[in-house]
């Protein structure tokens, strides 16, 4: 497996070897001595999760106050325009985000920090999309930063009004979230 940082130290994009011929291919989404040599982390994953949007569906920016979730996450159909954002305020990079692509075709997975909001835009018809979890999902520590937030400026690319969830249309300001010290 290939990887690289993005403009955020550590978040960390991974690229599979895959191996393939002319009756399908194969390739190991996962191997925890891989993942900590590209990520320098050592951790459990406790929770897996899988979810099918339509196209111009945007989801985030998630994240939990506490029990902070590092998310290992890949689409299996279809493409997303992936985005984490540091919510640390003692990094120096507070506020700063990263994107990039993911999709089924280039199988690249995106490991997304504890301390880090996130969210994906959906470019395709549908796309599914699998995260692995560092914490169990706890609503009543789930907070939402808007999309749109002008302080962010976030570039989702996006090819028209996005369709959001009641709880991410009405998610807090940059400025009045709660986040990490």
């Given at each position: 497996m290939d990887s690289w940082n993005l403009k955020l130290p550590g978040v960390v994009v991974m690229e599979?070897?895959?191996?393939?011929?002319?009756?399908?291919?194969?390739?190991?989404?996962?191997?925890?001595?891989?993942?900590?040599?590209?990520?320098?982390?050592e951790t459990v994953f406790v929770q897996d999760n899988h979810s099918r949007s339509a196209k111009n569906v945007l989801r985030g920016l998630h994240y939990q106050i506490r029990q902070p979730q590092g998310k290992l996450v890949r689409v299996t159909a279809g493409e997303v325009l992936d985005v984490a954002v540091d919510l640390r305020r003692s990094s120096p990079n507070f506020g700063r985000w990263t994107s990039i692509l993911l999709s089924a075709g280039n199988r690249r997975q995106l490991w997304i920090?504890?301390?880090f909001g996130h969210g994906f835009a959906v470019r395709t018809d549908f796309a599914e999309f699998l995260y692995k979890t560092t914490d169990y999902w706890a609503p009543?520590?789930?907070?939402?930063?808007?999309?749109?937030?002008p302080q962010l400026a976030i570039d989702w690319q996006l090819q028209g009004a996005p369709s959001l969830s009641s709880k991410d249309a009405k998610a807090a300001s940059f400025v009045t979230a709660e986040v990490f010290s």
């Open positions: 599979p070897k895959v191996f393939g011929d002319e009756r399908g291919f194969f390739f190991e989404s996962f191997n925890a001595r891989q993942f900590s040599e590209l990520t320098g982390v920090p504890p301390g009543e520590h789930e907070r939402c930063i808007r999309w749109d937030d």
